[in-house]
């Protein structure tokens, strides 16, 4: 009599606890994060390196994920099978005991057999494990991890062909095949990543405000950084070194457009390190010979195509010009650190005044 109970209980609780694992397999995948699980494998975790190699080859999500609906499906179709009879069993007896008729008995024990397996897959088996998986995905990816192994090794000739009979089947009826891409995020959803994680407390304001602002770069346009032509501070290139020295000290700034005559015709730009490295050398400083070469854009251009081309050239300023070729104004890397800082425009490599150099 023991028997006929104890055993059908502990099975049923096996097929329960293993469905809940492949359950907790499969959720924690989905959630896990490739940096978080790169950071455990570079501290000698091997359960994360093995995960980590899951998560980055392009179909090893696909074969981890195949495995655990295989044991998931096993797992409940044991429950259906041995489950529900045995627990049906025990109550058929009680029932008649209680003067009701065979076949009624056994109606009422199917349905209440049925709702409690059901109640215990559900609920143990699949809620609270997916609920546990996707609080501490890390975590639990290498708690399951060597009985995800283990099933993988044995089962791994029926998972190829049941994916291969898959993919075979959305080919026939014309299903395009999963996107690799499909986890990735745009910079507009990785903005609200942030901004959720801010509203969490997982991060700063100043650093949800710098993360968003960097992912507006594209949205930033060279006429809204600019310094305009109104409000430009710039050198002729006759300027004298006297000229040079007043006007450097009078604005505070770094780089200075040297133009011929005229602010549409600009032929570079000074950097006032440059000027000081000649001072000290005691000659002339003839500034013609001390300018850079000045890249142009267009008003329209982006923030970050500005930081493409200072990156690039190796350089920190530009000239922002009309169709024809007219200067509008001047923007420097400067400007879009501020812009992106939030902040009032900082000389990020600000020098001291020649004087200091004299």
Do not use: C
Request: hydrophobic share 50%.
């Amino acid at each position: 009599m023991i028997g006929t109970v104890v055993v059908p209980v502990l099975v049923i609780v096996v097929l329960v606890i293993v469905n809940a694992v492949f359950v907790a397999a499969e959720f924690a995948l989905v959630a896990v994060r490739p940096s978080r699980l790169r950071t455990l494998a570079d501290g000698g975790s091997r359960a994360a390196r093995w995960l980590l190699g899951v998560v980055e080859r392009p179909t090893g999500k696909d074969g981890y994920i195949a495995i655990a609906q295989l044991g998931i499906t096993l797992a409940s179709i044991g429950l259906g099978m041995y489950g529900e009879p045995a627990v049906a069993g025990w109550l058929y007896g009680p029932f008649e005991d209680l003067g009701l008729s065979e076949s009624t008995s056994h109606r009422v024990g199917f349905v209440i057999a049925l709702s409690g397996v059901t109640y215990l897959h559900v609920v143990l088996g699949e809620m609270i494990p997916k609920a546990l998986a996707l609080q501490a995905p890390e975590t639990v990816s290498m708690r399951v991890n060597p009985m995800m192994r283990a099933f993988g090794v044995v089962f791994r000739p029926i998972v190829a062909a049941l994916n291969a009979a898959a993919l075979g089947l959305m080919r026939l009826v014309r299903i395009p095949e999963p996107d690799r891409r499909v986890g990735l995020h745009t910079s507009a959803e990785l903005a609200i990543v942030s901004d959720e994680s801010a509203d969490g407390g997982q991060l700063g304001e100043l650093q949800r405000h710098l993360i968003r602002n960097v992912f507006e770069l594209d949205e930033r346009t060279a006429g809204a950084l600019m310094t305009p032509r109104s409000r430009l501070d710039h050198l002729d290139v006759s300027a004298s070194a006297d000229e040079i020295d007043d006007r450097i000290v009078a604005s505070d700034r770094s780089r200075y457009p040297v133009v011929d005559r005229s602010l549409d015709r600009v032929v570079g730009v000074l950097h006032i390190k440059d000027f000081i490295r000649a001072r000290q050398r005691g000659t002339a400083v003839d500034l013609g010979s001390l300018v850079r070469p000045l890249p142009t854009f267009a008003a329209t251009a982006t923030a970050e195509q500005l930081l493409d081309r200072f990156r690039e050239d190796r350089v920190h300023a530009a000239l922002v010009v009309d169709e024809h070729g007219g200067t509008l104004g001047f923007v420097t890397l400067d400007d879009v650190i501020a812009d992106v800082m939030g902040a009032a425009h900082v000389e990020a490599d600000r020098t001291p005044p020649p004087e200091a150099a004299h």
